[in-house]
């Protein structure tokens, strides 16, 4: 079996150790004996959607974004009916944003893909911290690093989850990211899936199942060295002392 | 001077004395925060007392380096110099350097100033410094998540320079982010940069800023890159380009393990072991040129400088050679890893990894490494320690390479020198560095752990 992994933009939107995400979904198909085939497509490439298994779409500063914009309304139909036709898609941070109506900057509004019902509208004061998320769909955490200016309005999508420790889609909404079909968008750096496995299995599952049938399993791999990473960072946002001294230290 | 200001510096003086009294670290920041919460004009009183110039040093890799080299140029004049610690590069920092220097009647017997500034920080220490040069060795991706993006730390800096608006910078002009800062700031500019391809494939990570001209949004075209977004760019589009530098380093050689180069009709034979250290010594010689500093024992000097990647970190433990590494951001740790693959004997690799607030709590940057070279390293092991242990081992799985972890540093650094390959690398990033050293400072001092055995 074999998966088609597509990354957009990566000379725009390479932020944050994103390409780790792909790293991840090569690595895990590999050592299962499936084929991975990553297509990095430039700025300005075009693009066959119709190719791909999976679409990874990362994060770049607000001035890349902006020039990402531009290329977005060139795929903007075949991106939405890939996304319609149950294509898995991983959106990170910035992608995240873009796959929304909009994202209003202080100087400006850069236009998004209108794939999610969402918006995003930029403060001043970053959000920037590690970040636990208590998933529907997984027994176990999910955890990364959130860095962002942005504030998400998901509107009534779902919620990729329900924030544990950290901030979230607006700060204050308690929910990060959003789930639909078989999108998962987050600003969850870290990057996502070498320390969250699960999630990076259910993208691979639901691409193989698309492309295969349902009757398509996942053979488990040993991930202990995964588990130790996610809980290192669950344990230590469990502990209330900890969030204490480190709550004082980052106002002091 | 203001009696507010004498005040100012016995309380910053008392504070000073009281930390080292109580053993309380090295009391580099504190003295400077009471300085300046009894006279916030403090380092606008003791730089106006600097005979001759200011220079401040800025940017995301070499700062220290480079400021290391000013120091030792001027002092070499015999120039009297203040400089400012390892480390205590913010606003308090600063000041306690300053304050810190003053003789018992809270004067400055200075000819010059050698200050790193940390670029969040500078947008508060420029204005008040007024320094005659600033020197910035270039601008990449480094504590994300203090800075937010490049971007943030490219406008901070802006905002820095146009504060002052007299202040000649020294400027990377290979560096696309430092160059195009320097044009739209109006301050006066001297660049330097190396036209000769001197970085091997390996110290090339992919990852990079983005290569867009910073005027008209189009992709640019590189004859060649350094490292990073660093090399010789042209725009195909509005035709903006990489000048040609003021000051350049040519006929570059690398021989026995160290480079020699030549510079403005010097020809150097230095120590440094790593190509970044040619643009370390170059920069900082374009900024003493354009200061018009005397340079008459330059040559002398830096080829007897120690860059800190040569003697000062390596140790002996148990019969084995012992080296250590900062490596703090994507591009350093690229640059180590090439210099561990130019080793091309059997190794032992530890690589210790934490996430405190001076490390950067966001460790994603590890992601931006091309570790996969550390495949063909000959390590014969290789074990992550530090808070992120798992991170780092997980980025190695990723690659396919084994690794173990420990979290007792000690044992392991005892253990893989006495039964190892008897040539250890000890890799750290910022917080681990000063009691990793300390470590193997006192590891090689032990009568079962030095040469003496």
């Known amino acids: 079996m074999k998966l088609t992994i597509g990354h957009l933009y990566p000379d725009l939107l390479n932020l944050y150790g994103d390409r780790g995400n792909i790293q991840c979904f090569r690595k895990r198909l590999e050592w299962r004996g499936m084929e991975a085939e990553v297509i990095p497509f430039l700025s300005g490439d075009s693009i066959d959607f119709s190719k791909l298994d999976i679409v990874l779409l990362g994060g770049g500063s607000d001035r890349e974004q902006e020039i990402v914009c531009n290329y977005l309304k060139d795929i903007q139909t075949d991106f939405q009916s890939f996304v319609e036709k149950d294509g898995v898609v991983l959106a990170v941070c910035g992608g995240y944003q873009l796959l929304g109506k909009y994202y209003k900057t202080d100087k400006k509004t850069i236009e998004g893909l209108s794939i999610l019902d969402i918006t995003t509208e930029w403060q001043p004061e970053r959000l920037i911290r590690n970040i636990v998320l208590n998933s529907p769909l997984f027994d176990t955490p999910v955890v990364g690093f959130e860095n962002h200016g942005g504030r998400t309005y998901i509107g009534n999508h779902t919620p990729f989850g329900k924030v544990f420790y950290g901030l979230g889609n607006t700060g204050k ?34 691409a193989l199942k698309r492309k295969y049938g349902p009757d398509v399993t996942l053979p488990s791999l040993p991930d202990e060295l995964e588990h130790k990473a996610n809980q290192y960072i669950v344990d230590r946002y469990s502990d209330k002392k900890y969030i204490l001294k480190e709550t004082i230290k980052r106002h002091t | 001077m203001r009696l507010r200001s004498k005040f100012a510096i016995k309380c910053a003086k008392g504070t000073s004395a009281l930390i080292k009294k109580l053993n309380r670290g090295s009391g580099v920041t504190l003295p400077g925060y009471v300085a300046r919460l009894i006279d916030p004009d403090i380092l606008k009183e003791l730089s106006s007392q600097v005979r001759k110039k200011i220079i401040v040093t800025m940017g995301t890799n070499g700062k220290t380096t480079t400021n290391a080299i000013l120091y030792q140029a001027l002092a070499a004049e015999n120039q009297k110099v203040i400089i400012n610690r390892t480390g205590a590069n913010m606003l308090n920092g600063i000041i306690s350097a300053f304050v810190l220097s003053t003789d018992r009647h809270g004067l400055l017997d200075a000819d010059y100033a050698c200050i790193e500034v940390d670029e969040i920080a500078s947008v508060k220490v420029l204005p008040q410094l007024k320094p005659d040069c600033a020197l910035l060795t270039n601008i990449s991706r480094d504590q994300l998540d203090r800075f937010g993006e490049v971007d943030i730390t490219y406008n901070k800096l802006l905002d820095a320079v146009t504060s002052v608006p007299d202040t000649v910078l020294i400027i990377n002009c290979d560096d696309i982010l430092s160059y195009s800062l320097a044009e739209k700031s109006q301050n006066p500019f001297v660049t330097y940069g190396i036209s000769e391809q001197i970085f091997d494939d390996i110290s090339r990570s992919e990852i990079r800023e983005s290569i867009f001209c910073r005027n008209c949004g189009k992709k640019l075209c590189y004859d060649f890159f350094h490292y990073g977004q660093l090399g010789i760019y042209h725009c195909p589009n509005c035709g903006w380009e990489r000048p040609v530098p003021d000051y350049t380093a040519e006929n570059i050689q690398f021989h026995e393990e160290v480079y020699s180069f030549d510079m403005d009709g010097l020809s150097i034979d230095s120590t440094a072991r790593t190509p ?20 008459r024992n330059f040559k002398s000097m830096i080829e007897a400088f120690d860059y800190g990647n040569n003697r000062e970190s390596i140790f002996t433990i148990k019969g084995a050679r012992v080296q250590l590494h900062l490596a703090k951001n994507p591009i350093g740790f690229q640059q180590k890893v090439s210099l561990v693959l130019k080793d091309e004997k059997p190794k032992d690799i530890i690589i210790q990894i934490n996430d405190t607030y001076q490390d950067g709590e966001d460790i994603s940057w590890l992601w931006d490494v091309d570790f996969q070279y550390l495949a063909d390293s000959h390590a014969q092991s290789i074990i992550t320690a530090g808070t992120r242990r798992h991170d780092m081992g997980l980025r190695l799985k990723y690659e396919d390479i084994p690794c173990t972890s420990t979290t007792d540093l000690r044992t392991t650094v005892l253990e893989r020198a006495g039964h190892g390959t008897k040539n250890l690398y000890v890799i750290v990033n910022y917080s681990g560095l000063y009691r990793t050293n300390h470590l193997l400072t006192e590891l090689e001092k032990e009568p079962e752990g030095g040469n003496h055995a």
Request: overall charge positive; charged content about 15%.
């Open chain 1, 173 to 206: 909404s308690g929910y990060e990211g959003v789930v639909y079909k078989n999108v998962i968008a987050t600003y969850l750096h870290g990057p996502l899936l070498p320390k969250n496995p699960h999630v990076c299995d259910y993208l691979l599952e639901r």
């Open chain 2, 276 to 295: 970044y250290n040619i643009y370390n010594t170059l920069s900082a010689y374009t900024a003493l040129k354009t200061l018009g500093a005397g340079c």
